[in-house]
């Protein structure tokens, strides 16, 4: 499949305000992210919160404008997009977030919600009718609770508005910021499975943001590891869940809770918390909570290799 999305060597950096002298600073929240995303699949971005992975998904939207790089999207570079031609490519990418609660309007119907993004498009009236039902409908509800409020939802029917809010443009690309970690167990499922049929329905790409590496084991096909705000390793699923090769990797694979009884893995303690992104580790950032740190890692830092046929930055596969 050919390239939806392509990321390269994209920066964002926050300006802080640090130290006696009030000297400015930044962060570096997403530092050199390159990636391609193709049609149709599912890739999914992991890491712990603070690593920078919603901030590439809102810079990929341009929702937070990006400090450096270039986001491609069907073969058009964004950057040079004013506002006006910004707005007719989201006809094309959507969000989903994490809490539909704060980012539906407590104000509108259901109905008034999901006419606003048609409204905004500028979809004739004639049209607008039908394609609110449908989409409600699609993502599991009924018509009939087209003219409720978004307070008398559960969690779940919530995100399956969000969803359908999303869905209304019949977009190209969703971007989920971890659209099912507000949900219960057994709630995340319906949604993920929900997000699955639709991804077959629409010939939809995903981008999918989650601190949880078992969400994303069920639905991506790729998976990126960032750890403040680089990829430390980008595999298949398969080959990630298989062999994690790098030491965060492994990390965060060892914390997933087994399915196998017999399978005894060794959970891996990670050493310390996540250091600040404005004052980023020398060398290799995950030096400092490495078990299999060395003494190059503390000054050099690692490059992007292929190895097995995956990306992965650390010096043990030099
Ligand atoms: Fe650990 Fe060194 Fe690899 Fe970084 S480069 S993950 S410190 S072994
Ligand atoms: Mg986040």
């Not at 993920?192 to 590496?213: A, C, K, W």
């Not at 998976?223 to 705000?229: H, I």
């Amino acid at each position: 499949n050919p390239a939806l999305l392509e990321v390269k060597n994209l920066q964002k950096r926050f300006p802080i305000k640090k130290g006696l002298f009030k000297e400015a600073s930044y962060v570096h929240a997403v530092n050199g992210i390159n990636l391609s995303i193709y049609e149709g699949e599912t890739l999914g971005i992991v890491g712990e919160s603070g690593c920078g992975k919603s901030t590439l998904g809102r810079c990929i939207l341009r929702l937070v404008e990006p400090s450096g790089g270039e986001i491609i999207f069907q073969g058009e570079p964004l950057h040079q997009f004013g506002k006006k031609e910004m707005k007719a490519v989201r006809r094309n990418m959507q969000m989903v977030f994490q809490n539909p609660f704060d980012t539906l309007n407590p104000k509108l119907t259901i109905k008034q919600i999901l006419t606003e993004p048609l409204v905004a498009h500028r979809v004739p009236h004639q049209e607008r009718e039908r394609l609110i039902e449908e989409t409600i409908e699609i993502v599991g509800l009924s018509k009939r609770y087209l003219l409720r409020y978004p307070h008398e939802f559960s969690g779940g029917q919530r995100q399956r508005i969000g969803i359908a809010r999303a869905l209304m443009l019949r977009p190209k690309l969703i971007i989920a910021d971890e659209p099912v970690s507000a949900l219960d167990v057994s709630i995340q499922a319906q949604i993920l499975n929900l997000l699955q049929d639709l991804q077959e329905q629409f010939s939809l790409t995903y981008v999918f943001i989650s601190h949880d590496l078992s969400v994303v084991e069920h639905i991506a096909d790729r998976v990126a590891v960032m750890y403040l705000g680089e990829i430390v390793e980008l595999a298949t699923k398969e080959a990630l869940f298989e062999k994690a090769l790098h030491p965060y990797s492994q990390a965060l694979l060892s914390a997933v809770p087994q399915t196998d009884p017999d399978d005894n893995k060794e959970r891996i303690i990670l050493k310390g918390d996540l250091p600040s992104a404005s004052n980023p580790p020398t060398g290799c950032k995950f030096h400092p909570r490495c078990q299999a740190c060395m003494e190059i890692c503390k000054t050099e830092v690692p490059m992007h290799r292929e190895v097995d046929g995956r990306l992965v930055a650390c010096h043990l596969y030099e």
